[in-house]
């Protein structure tokens, strides 16, 4: 009852309220500068920790420097200006050194021990103050009021702490604001209890209680002009980081390059929109894109021009999307997108959009090309209800329109699920084959065209299933390459090949092809080597068979490893060739030890003037650099006729002998008679293998 009586007959209540003003919005910034500065680390902590000692320093020094002036003592009063400003360094430096305990965290109890060394710091501040308020009387204390002055401002600052550190309960930023606000107030008015003066008659004048006034106005203004400093490095800061953290949340949803929603953004959408199209009864297409001719631009053009078509495509399908329609990018040259519709006619209407667009030219520079895609589309519910299925069948749907030509877009229908399936059990079955010895190597005859003897073999790999029987390579060879099989098959061909040929008792040359896999993850020359050794296999009876696509895929790389593998000393040959868009470009980045001319131009040669012109340039091309020229699928007798006119090195084909098993390529013949005429009958010549 005492302090209170103190406050309401002691006190100018107008200045005790503008101090009240003062310590509480002192009170809010300190505490919020204070969460702040818990959210930062090491030296950024150090200098959140100052700006806000500093608020809660000029708060609490505002405050009791007003309420100083609001005691009506009733005698002459001066301050010394010394201890006034020691007492707000005080104040300062204390808070600082409790918050830096409180964020801490050591002990168990750090904010609460953090909080009593703030109400520590409270009390000297105060007390400071006190011995530089000289006053014109006798100065009297009660040293109860004391002790409890300093007990309250401890205890409640320690308990403010404690609800800003810890934040036990909802309410607890606004309980510790109160808290901090009651532990600077009751030790201020509970230490100004304490005290009692008796005015002596000095004569001096009494201080003007307006001066007093104008001159609390000034403290305050000037104090919440230091704790409005606070406040503007606080929302700076707060604007920086939320523009930082929208910037890092748009990258992270974003693809960069053309600034459609990447992957993870499209996963959440179609995540929301599957539940929005469950509750209101309404069907969703899901639709996968892949463009058909982004590598060709790549490749012909370069990366920079293959990322202007992508900004291109970006900007267009950005454009055309309207309410209910989602587009992004998920991959290098795929994007996906949604649809909500109820009529079917919504969804066509959509896709026509798409297709439009992905079809229409892209001007680069000073060309002009257009990308064309895949289109697959999948519906909720029917082909799907859930997330996963959905995208799923819609990329099943688009590698049906990928491999029909003249199709762009397609519709999940259920015959692809099993198709998928039945791809898969394949690939499953292709990963044991090896163990299981289900594989066999073919070898086809490789003969001179102008004298009909043998230079060589191909080795072609055969797969005989145990359910399925024969598996045809232009079926299982795709799988292997896309599950990462053609590895481990890829390395059996090559080592069962070399140990078979070390065997013949002629030195004929095999060739065995290789895939783009192969040079893309594996150390193929020291492969190579070390089959050679182990096999005993002579390097130049070794000629390795790589198509366009692979040098393509990673020319610097691709380009790097034949040249390893031609160190060695075996010979690499071109296979397929004719059929790539930079034939001429690939021959002159690498001197190739053959050319195999693609069987496609034979099977056109009897009737097509065209063919028989690339035939004869492919053979002049191979005569002026020195190269070689093999021309495959050598079917009939005329079609040999035709290359031995045009001076073609070598031939291969059915007409000249099919794939057999080794066993059944060196059965002993019976005359000589035969052994002359089997180089343009089908049949090979006579010579044993050697038992082993």
């Known amino acids: 009852m005492r302090v209170l009586s103190c406050i309401f007959t002691e006190h100018n209540l107008w200045l005790v309220l503008l101090a009240a003003f003062v310590c509480v919005s002192g009170g809010w910034i300190t505490l919020n500068l204070l969460r702040r500065a818990e959210r930062t680390r090491e030296l950024q902590r150090g200098g959140w920790i100052f700006l806000t000692a500093v608020a809660a320093g000029s708060s609490i020094w505002c405050t009791h420097f007003i309420a100083m002036l609001a005691y009506q003592v009733g005698a002459p009063v001066t301050f010394d200006p010394i201890l006034t400003m020691t007492s707000f360094l005080l104040a300062a430096i204390g808070c600082a050194g409790g918050f830096a305990i409180a964020l801490s965290r050591l002990p168990r109890i750090a904010p609460e021990f953090g909080g009593a060394v703030v109400g520590l710091a409270i009390t000297a501040m105060h007390y400071t103050g006190m011995l530089a308020y000289h006053v014109d009387g006798i100065v009297e204390w009660n040293q109860g009021y004391v002790v409890a002055s300093v007990a309250l401002s401890v205890i409640f600052a320690a308990l403010a702490l404690n609800q800003v550190v810890r934040r036990p309960w909802q309410f607890s930023p606004i309980a510790g604001l109160a808290l901090f606000v009651i532990a600077v107030v009751s030790l201020h008015f509970t230490a100004m209890t304490a005290v009692s003066v008796t ?4 004569g001096a004048a009494i201080a003007d209680s307006y001066a007093l006034q104008a001159m609390a106005v000034a403290v305050a203004g000037g104090g919440l002009l230091i704790i409005g400093t606070g406040v503007a490095s606080y929302m700076i800061d707060e604007r920086a980081s939320r523009e930082s953290i929208e910037k890092l949340q748009h990258m992270a949803l974003n693809d960069l390059l053309t600034g459609l929603p990447n992957r993870s953004s499209f996963a959440d959408h179609l995540q929301r929109e599957i539940g929005h199209a469950k509750e209101d009864g309404v069907k969703l297409a899901v639709i996968g894109i892949d463009l058909d001719r982004f590598k060709e631009i790549n490749d012909l053009r370069g990366h920079k021009a293959g990322d202007q078509a992508l900004k291109a495509i970006g900007r267009r399908l950005l454009r055309l999307v309207r309410d209910g329609e989602f587009v992004a990018r998920v991959g290098g040259d795929e994007f ?3 649809k909500r519709f109820q009529e079917q006619s919504e969804l066509l209407d959509f896709v026509a959009r798409l297709e439009k667009v992905l079809f229409e030219p892209i001007r680069i520079d000073d060309f002009e090309t257009a990308t064309g895609a895949s289109i697959g589309v999948a519906v909720y519910p029917d082909d799907g209800v859930d997330q996963e299925r959905l995208v799923s069948n819609a990329d099943l749907a688009m590698y049906r329109a990928k491999a029909d030509i003249g199709r762009a877009v397609c519709f999940y229908e259920s015959k692809m699920d099993e198709a998928a399936r039945a791809r898969h059990t394949l690939a499953q079955d292709l990963r044991r084959a090896v163990e299981l010895d289900q594989l066999d190597l073919h070898y086809q005859v490789q003969t001179s065209v102008s004298t009909g003897q043998v230079c060589g073999y191909e080795v072609l790999v055969r797969w005989h ?7 045809p390579p232009s079926e299982f060879i795709p799988i292997a390459e896309e599950s990462g099989t053609i ?23 095999i060739a065995v092809n290789l895939s783009p896999v192969q040079f893309a993850h594996a150390d193929l020359a020291k492969l190579v080597h070390a089959i050679l050794l182990e096999t005993g296999l002579a390097p130049s009876r070794l000629e390795l068979e790589i198509t366009e696509s692979t040098i393509i895929a990673d020319k610097t790389r691709t380009l790097h490893v034949l040249r390893q593998i031609r160190a060695l000393g075996v010979t690499v040959a071109i ?3 004719g059929t790539g868009y930079s034939s001429l470009d690939t021959l002159r980045s690498f001197p190739f030890d053959k050319i195999k ?3 496609s131009f034979m099977n056109e040669v009897d009737h097509s003037i065209q063919a028989k012109a690339i035939i004869r340039a492919v053979l002049t091309l191979g005569k002026s650099l020195d190269i070689p020229v093999l021309a495959e699928g050598v079917e009939t007798d005329h079609q040999l006729e035709i290359l031995r006119a045009e001076g073609c090195d070598e031939a291969q084909g059915f007409f ?7 066993a059944q390529i060196f059965q002993v013949q019976a005359s000589a008679e ?3 005429a089997s180089a343009f009958s089908g049949r090979l010549p006579p010579h044993r293998m050697r038992r082993r």
């Open 597 to 599: 001319l693609d069987r």
């Open 487 to 509: 590895l481990i098959i890829g390395e059996w061909v090559l080592r069962t090949a070399c140990k078979e040929a070390a065997s013949w008792e002629q030195p004929y040359k």
């Open 575 to 577: 296979d397929d060739f």
């Open 674 to 676: 035969d052994d002359e």
């Open 465 to 471: 299933h145990p359910e399925h029987g024969a598996v």
């Open 656 to 662: 000249l002998g099919r794939p057999k098993p080794v």
């Open 199 to 202: 005015p002596l008659a000095t």
């Open 336 to 338: 996906a997108a949604a």
